[in-house]
């Protein structure tokens, strides 16, 4: 098997299903293995054309002597032909890629080409901007490489960022809204809602208008459930946020959180961005998408400087969170971050120590540091934007 083991699987061709299921293979494999597969058809060739000239970048198939790049053809000896096809700009790489594969493949396909070949003309040419579809996959690019981008490239790029922050706005403030939305209670109410509507109190406080001959009960005094509220009054809540390159994921969650949680009653929310600097964003999270744009993915981590600020904007620490989003690789001195963590909690704040902030929350981190940070008293550990939300929800609401 060659380097090509690194494309996605592709999918069947039609005809019978053994010459697709060879085909599919083939593609897989790349062109060594068409001398147990046979020739590609027309449009499976294409398909390989194009996974070609992302995956033929790969700089074990270099050393293997196996074909790489598109325009000419490489032996498994490392002789070079020249009847291979001409070269693709990434503009008719992904036209190509979006005529040929379904959704899911093309998704795949643009995350490898800006994060694992670092194909930045995706992200930084006009004509290329222009015609991808925005995902988070582009948004992370962008972040990355917005400072080599001129104005007129870094506007359209903004498309980007702008479709991505609304459609995890849509998807995340509902999610984070109901965690402050207090339990029914068995007290009535007198605010007639839909969603709190009680049915079996409304049947019990009627049933001396039913109606035996139609068979049901004319509703006159419709009852409804009231419900507790969530004393959310002084409290703060203090987002701290790595924006080290591999933290891209984390800072655009912790953007869009930290909007949807801006406007709940008596939550003070702050967020603060940190690399071996600290810069207060909280003016700006009303915008994310002016948020994002002014972050710089990249740099050092000085984690223990960013805990500093955080202790120096608590008002009543028994009534504050400080959550620190980080990979907890520490550049700076981490016995000073330690001490204040330990400061903090000893004064009655609850510390967390998220090692992830996205959907999927896969915790990459310094587990070493981490553990000194829960002796300390933090809490540590990995937690999606709705977890963390149920959290501060459970948290402010004793």
Known sequence: MTGGQHRPAAPETGGAAADAGLERWRLILGAPAERATGPLGEQAAARDAALEWLYGRDTDLERRGVRRGPA???TG????????PSALTPVDWLDDIHRLFPKETVERLERDAVERYEINEIVTDPEVLSRVEPNATLLRAVLRTKHLMNPEVLAMARRIVEAVV??????????????????????????????DFDFKGTVRANLSH???EQRRVLIERPRFHSRTRRHLERWQLILLVDQSGSMAGSVIHSAVT????????????????FDTSVVDLTSDVTDPVELLMRVQLGGGTDIARAVDYAAGLVENPRRSIVVVVSDFYE????YRLVRTVRSLVEQGATVLGLAALDEEADPVYDRA????????????????PGRLAEFVAEKVGR
Do not use: N
């Open 210 to 212: 039913y109606q035996p």
């Open 369 to 384: 540091l981490a553990g000194r940070l829960a002796e300390a008293g933090a809490q540590v550990g990995a937690m999606t």
């Open 72 to 74: 000419g053809a490489r």
């Open 258 to 273: 930290a909007a949807c949680l801006w406007s709940l009653p008596g939550l003070r929310t702050h967020l603060i961005a």
């Open 331 to 334: 550049g700076g001195d981490p």
């Open 166 to 195: 609304r459609e995890l706005m849509d998807r995340l403030r509902p999610e984070l809204r109901r965690a402050f939305t207090g339990a029914r209670s068995r007290l009535p109410s007198r605010l007639p809602l839909a969603r």
């Open 77 to 84: 000896d490392g002789r070079t032909g020249g009847d291979g």
